[in-house]
Structures are given as C-alpha cells and as structure tokens.
C-alpha cells in the first residue's frame, strides 16, 4: 500500500526521513517518500538528489498565506528518455488537499529534466 508524506524540513535533502512526516497509509514509519508514495510540500524547500527519479508519485506543491513550496530536481547525463526524471505515471499538482487559497509552487531544475507524467 502506497504512503502519504507531509514535508517538515524547512529547506533541505529529500533523502533525509526526519525531514518528513508519515501521515497515511500501511503503517506508521519514519522513511521518505518511494515508488507509489505521495509527497506533500505545503512550505519549504525539497532539495532532491543528483539524477533521482519519481516514479508513479504524486507531489501536492503549494504554499499559501505568503509561504512558497519548493522542490529542486537535479540531472546531468543520466537522466533521459529512458530515464526520464518524472515518469510517465507521476503527477505534480499544485493543489494540496485542505486548501482553499491560491498557491505559491516552484518547480526548479537544474541541469537536464525530463518530465513524462501531468
């Protein structure tokens, strides 16, 4: 079964689980998001790997009331076609459930990014 994330971590790695919050799915675990997972970024900045790929995720990005939700993707060679860094079955939305007021969403690369999914 698929986990749902919160993001706490201010501005920092993606990769670090203290900088996340379970908040649903088949247990209560301390990890960061994987295949299958959502992830929800409601303030701060996400600082994703160098070449790291999302796969059949489903990233909520928006902050409201003055606060900016970031997420900073990284890719060089590795990424492509074949490996592209959102699959074809990801989605990234600025729409966060709960929320009511328009959002403030940075979608930031840097270097090579390929997007497949919506």
Known sequence: ?????????????GTIATNWEWIAGSASIVATPSVGDTAIVTA???????DNTF???????????GTVAAIQFQGDSTISLSNPTLDG?????SLVQGQNTAAQ?????????????T
Do not use: H, K, R, Y
């Open 55 to 65: 796969s059949q995720n489903t990233v909520e990005l928006g902050g409201t009331g």
């Open 89 to 93: 079955s990801t989605v990234v939305e």
């Open 105 to 117: 969403s940075v979608l930031d690369t840097l270097g090579t990014f390929v997007n497949q999914g």
């Open 44 to 50: 701060g900045t996400v600082l994703v790997p160098l």
């Open 1 to 13: 079964m698929a986990n749902t994330f919160s993001w706490t971590g201010g501005i920092g790695s």
